[in-house]
Nanobody, 127 residues
Framework: QVRLVESGGGLVQAGGSLRLSCTASGQTSLNGAMGWFRRAPGKEREFVALIRRSGSSTYYADSVKGRFTISRDNAKYTVYLQMNSLKPEDTAVYYC????????????????????WGQGTQVTVSS
């Protein structure tokens, strides 16, 4: 089992920045790709960004490309999401997810490809 705990959410004005963190504990050797998803009120959960185990490859949703940056520190079992130029439409609960290392999909953008999830952290962007 892997436990994920997110932090760093909050309220920010449009144009501002936040950095989310997600720390894994438990059987962290299972960690493969790590991803961030979000769910806005009344909407489906959507993919935001992912990073492969080595940290060498990343992939972003078009809606956040150029504004968000995902990174990971494997020594600290932590993945980060730096969010810049935030917009009101970025308001959502953000979830961290981890895929088992045996999964072979190179860019797992579907939530079904992730095995562990955090509880989520609220990000609110005011206009």
């Amino acid at each position: 089992q892997v436990r994920l705990v997110e932090s760093g959410g909050g309220l920010v004005q449009a144009g501002g920045s936040l950095r989310l963190s997600c720390t894994a504990s438990g059987q962290t050797s299972l960690n493969g790709a790590m991803g961030w998803f979000r769910r806005a009120p009344g909407k489906e959960r959507e993919f935001v960004a992912l990073i492969r185990r080595s940290g060498s490859s990343t992939y972003y949703a078009d809606s956040v490309k150029g504004r968000f940056t995902i990174s990971r520190d494997n020594a600290k079992y932590t993945v980060y999401l730096q969010m810049n130029s935030l917009k009101p439409e970025d308001t959502a609960v953000y979830y961290c997810a981890s895929a088992n290392s045996y999964r072979t999909t190179y860019y797992p953008v579907s939530p079904e490809l992730y095995d562990y999830w955090g509880q989520g952290t609220q990000v609110t962007v005011s206009s």
